[in-house]
């Protein structure tokens, strides 16, 4: 398993004048991170060549804004109402110079490609290196898609209680003495039982990427590397970023979990055969675990507790945590930017892992003189035995002693290179140190250089993107805020479980017992804070579709439903027909048959600032109890003459406008209608909705071209397509076309599922529906409230 991080490098701001800023090629927003030991809020990105960046709230809002063709003028203003600060164009010009640009997030367009400086990548401490591919990500993601039910609970439960079980068996039964002296006899067993673990370990990181893809991110490519310089197999995870602490932790765990099933394996078939070669390769498979989970080096066990500290980075943090040891020396920037828990985890890991470094280094030192002659002894012996095998025609015996020799050189390089890191670490740690006892021993520095190194001496370097602010005289003087007592609040508490197991055992254990909520609950809760999102103004969403039956008046309202109840009101759902819509008919009544019609009447004092109150609408818009949304219906009077027109309707929707957060349209089916344009060209989102027939999905096709033609290009590419199905039984080619060619126009394609309780058309009861059918138009709303 392998995390990728990346982390800034500081360089001197740069002039602005004549430069247009985009961003790089292949960037991928992960969004923030879940679960996270620090303070402020962070986000995550993936550059086009796969290293993750970690940036601030600020920047993040700044990649967000910034696009080809976008004056920095109009970034600026809107990176400032969302960030609640004023940010003004050189502000902005500094942080694209000297903060994203040397990153690689974002490019002068006016520099010829070429004349960019590569951009940074990760070096940390004992990384893995010469990665190469085994499994390309296609192959990983279909394998792990057809092992995810393995981390169904049920099966989790069953399989670590079936282990227990193999375990105590084999350790009553087996006879572990009798089985390493026929392996060692037998150089051919000796290669099987190699060849076996080697495979174990591809499983085991087939194991990370299950998890991963279990958890709702993609795992990348399974390859095999090297560390220090042994041989080693990864797994790309780096995706599982965008999971929460919980998913984040199961993908560290995946490996093992899949050990779990080698060894049931090895076990039952020990148990059934009384082969010592498989009790032999479970015993060794169980240290590997137990070495695994050891967190002092880049095993899983480093990575569970990266992850319970919400600190990725551990190794990063050792030289700030032990400079803050330093006597009269403030908190470094690094450990203060730490939640208190994650403080804590941290600090205990580095006063624990630097002895232990620090003893592995004497140790090592003292050693090697015996190592190098106990090695080059051993290597002797086996390259006799090599000969001798080769002579005597036996090849298993030569290449066990090839691969031996092999084995052997390898550790000589990789203690090599080991001391060498390890050196550089500590003289890295030790100088402030040294420097400090030096001053104290009344020592001045020597020299204009000396004083030039001390106040140039970077405090943060290779820290993570963070905006810089400038300081205010009360920050430089060190005077505690109101915004640092908040800061130091505890995290909230964690959601409880409603659903699954996981809610059926905090209900049955009175709440001693409380795991988070599964995966579906989790995006159950996600689609729910997206759909509660703060909008900065009221947003107009129009749904269309230019043919009768396409389910667009009951999309509206279970839009409108669904906003309405996870919103608390202020959300309306309108009929925008010229003449007669039947959303008036599909909404229960409110006392009166008023519509669009008569309120245009009234529009004037609406209209006005002073006389306009939400109150009187009730007067015209018929309140839908406890699915809090209104409705206001089309013209519904089979005499009536009336019609509404462009001008109508932008009045209509100027005044609309002033009473609600959310307002929905539902159209008719005439695209030439003044009034179905001017619906469209108000319309911040839009909603393409088809049921999942021939006919229909064909309309939409040809609204999308027909709106492409009329220079709706960028509102095409922000709408959302759903596709409804008419029946419980669906054309599975049909949906597969239609999710093929919306995908490759709209920003998300979602289904909706048949709901019976829909079907007769009659008055819209949203209790009546199926959990799933709420469930997927929950959904549906967090896709549209995501685009506004």
């Known amino acids: 398993m392998v995390y990728i991080l990346v982390v800034t490098v500081e360089t001197a701001p740069g002039t602005a004048h004549g430069q247009r800023w985009v961003p790089t090629a ?14 402020d809020r962070t986000y995550l990105l993936r550059r086009g060549d796969g290293q993750i960046v970690q940036l601030s709230e600020l920047l993040n809002l700044v990649m967000v804004s910034i696009s080809a063709g976008k004056p920095l003028k109009q970034s600026a203003r809107e990176v400032s109402e969302a960030y609640g600060r004023t940010l003004d164009v050189s502000g902005l010009h500094h942080l694209l110079n000297t903060r994203l640009a040397p990153m690689g997030l974002v490019r002068d367009a006016s520099l010829e490609a070429h004349a960019a400086a590569d951009p940074p990548k990760a070096d940390p401490l004992l990384a893995l290196r010469m990665r190469g591919t085994l499994l390309p990500e296609a192959a990983v993601n279909v394998l792990a898609k057809i092992l995810s039910p393995l981390y169904w609970p049920p099966v989790v439960v069953g399989v670590v209680l079936a282990l227990a079980a193999v375990d105590i068996l084999m350790v009553l039964h087996g006879d572990f003495a009798a089985s390493l002296q ?44 090297v560390y220090l310089v042994f041989p080693a197999f990864f797994t790309n995870v780096t995706d599982s970023y965008r999971l929460g602490r919980s998913g984040r932790i199961r993908t560290d765990l995946g490996g093992l979990y899949f050990n779990c099933l080698c060894l049931l394996a090895f076990g039952t078939v020990y148990l059934a055969t009384g082969e010592g070669f498989f009790l032999l390769a479970a ?97 002797g012996q086996h390259a006799g035995h090599a000969g001798t095998a080769a002579g005597a025609g036996d090849p298993a015996a030569a290449t066990l002693a090839i691969l031996s020799i092999l084995l052997l050189s390898l550790p000589l390089a990789g203690l090599a290179i080991l001391l060498y890191r390890l050196l550089l670490m500590v003289l890295t740690v030790l100088r402030p140190l040294a420097g400090r006892v030096w001053k104290r021993a009344g020592a001045a520095p020597r020299g204009p250089n000396a004083l030039a190194s001390r106040a140039g001496e970077p405090s943060q370097k290779g820290s993570t993107a963070m905006a810089i602010d400038v300081p205010s005289a009360g920050a430089r003087d060190a005077v505690p805020t109101l915004q640092d007592f908040l800061t130091e609040r505890p995290a909230p508490p964690s959601v409880l479980a409603e659903d699954g197991w996981q809610g059926a055992l905090r209900r049955l254990t009175g709440s001693s017992i409380n795991p988070a909520p599964g995966r579906r609950e989790r995006a159950h809760l996600r689609a729910i804070e997206d759909v509660q999102r703060r909008l900065d103004g009221p947003r107009t969403v129009v749904v269309v579709n230019p043919k009768g039956g396409a389910h667009k008046t009951t999309a509206t309202l279970l839009l409108a439903a ?35 019609v008569d309120l245009l009447q009234e529009v004037d004092r609406f209209e006005d600032p002073v006389l306009g109150r939400i109150g009187d609408l009730d007067k015209y818009v018929r309140y839908q109890g406890s699915t809090q949304f209104d409705v206001l219906a089309s013209d519904e009077d089979a005499a009536g003459a009336a019609t509404i027109g462009s001008r109508e309707f932008d ?21 030439r209608s003044s009034n179905w344009e001017a619906a469209v060209a108000a319309a911040d989102e839009l909603v393409i909705v088809s049921t999942l027939r021939e006919d229909t999905v064909a309309s939409a096709v040809w609204l999308i071209d027909g709106l492409r033609e009329r220079g709706y290009q960028e509102k095409v590419g922000n709408a959302v397509t759903l596709l409804a199905a008419p029946s419980p039984q669906i054309d599975q080619d049909l949906l597969r076309r239609a999710r093929s060619h919306f995908a490759g126009l709209t920003r998300e394609v979602l289904g909706v599922p048949y709901d019976r309780s829909l079907v007769s058309g009659a008055r819209l009861n949203y209790q009546a529906l199926q959990p799933a059918t709420r469930e997927a138009w929950l959904q549906a709303a967090a896709a549209v409230v995501r685009g506004l």
């Open 26 to 39: 292949g960037l991928v927003f992960l969004g923030q991170v879940e679960g996270s030991g620090l303070k």
């Open 182 to 225: 026929q392996v060692l006899l037998t150089p051919a067993l000796l290669l099987g039982l190699f060849a076996l673990l080697t495979a174990g370990a591809v499983f085991h990181e087939l194991g990370h990427a299950t998890a991963c893809r279990y958890g709702g991110a993609r795992p990348g490519v399974i390859g095999c590397g």
């Open 283 to 379: 015993a060794l498979m169980h240290l590997e675990m137990v070495q695994q989970l050891v967190p002092t080096l880049r095993f899983d066990g480093y990575f569970v507790l990266a992850d319970i500290a919400g600190v990725p980075d551990l190794f990063n943090r050792i030289r700030p945590v032990l400079l803050s040891f330093l006597p009269g020396r403030p908190a470094d920037p690094r450990v203060k930017e730490l939640r208190p828990f994650a403080r804590r985890i941290v600090t205990a890991w580095v006063i624990t892992v630097v002895p232990l470094l620090l003893l592995a280094l004497g140790w090592m030192l003292l050693n090697l003189p015996l190592i190098l002659e106990q090695t080059a002894g051993a290597i």
């Open 562 to 596: 669904t906003m309405g109840i996870q919103r608390g009101g202020y959300t309306l759902a309108w009929d925008n027909n010229e003449t007669r819509g039947t959303l008036g008919w599909r909404a229960p009544l409110a006392g009166h048959s008023r519509t669009a």
């Open 651 to 671: 009045r209509l929707h100027s005044a609309l406008r002033r009473f609600y957060r959310i307002i929905m349209v539902d159209t008719g089916n005439n695209m």
